[in-house]
């Protein structure tokens, strides 16, 4: 069953993701190491570049931004939600700028199952890194709880298009596979 979950807008920010540019005040590494996961034998472990990756989105020139972040991280792994939303807030406050500030409070809305929150900070991460394949498999994961497969299957093969190592939603988009689909 499907709910009227308003997806379309931000699927349409996931369908672009692959073409479209980001922000231009992006480190080039970022591009290289995009560049090195996207191929099939990266000359490194997928999983080293991915964590590079994590690591240049969760930076920043600001170090109590980036101690935030990490404290509302930490909080989230614990389960301290509660203490976790502020930081968050906070931060997409201060720094507007920052994918990654919106991604963990998307993040964090998903798990509160606060979807069209979270779909709407997922819109802003995109916006500010299209790349963020986190982002657009969170918003796969989002689809799927409330029914709609398709965009969920589309999502996830975009991630997969820009970090192909993803083994977990290539294991999902097998599930996901029409034929593997039963009616009850």
Known sequence: MTSALPVDPVFQLVLDAP???PSASLPTRLTHLFRELASPDPGRPAEEIEDLIWALWASHEDRVAEETLAAA????????????KPLLDHLVGAHADWAE???????LAF?????????????????LEPRHFGAISGFGD???????LNEARAAFQIALSI?????????????????NLMLH
């Open 19 to 21: 073409r479209a540019r």
């Open 73 to 84: 991280v930490d909080a989230m792994a614990a389960g301290e939600l509660a203490k976790a």
């Open 101 to 107: 500030a919106w991604n963990k409070r998307a993040t």
């Open 111 to 127: 798990i509160e199952q606060r979807d069209v929150e979270s779909l709407n900070d997922i819109a802003e991460t995109l916006r």
């Open 142 to 148: 989002i689809c799927l709880r409330h029914g709609h």
């Open 163 to 179: 970090n192909p190592h993803m083994d977990e939603l290539r294991e999902m988009l097998r599930n996901l596979s029409p034929r």
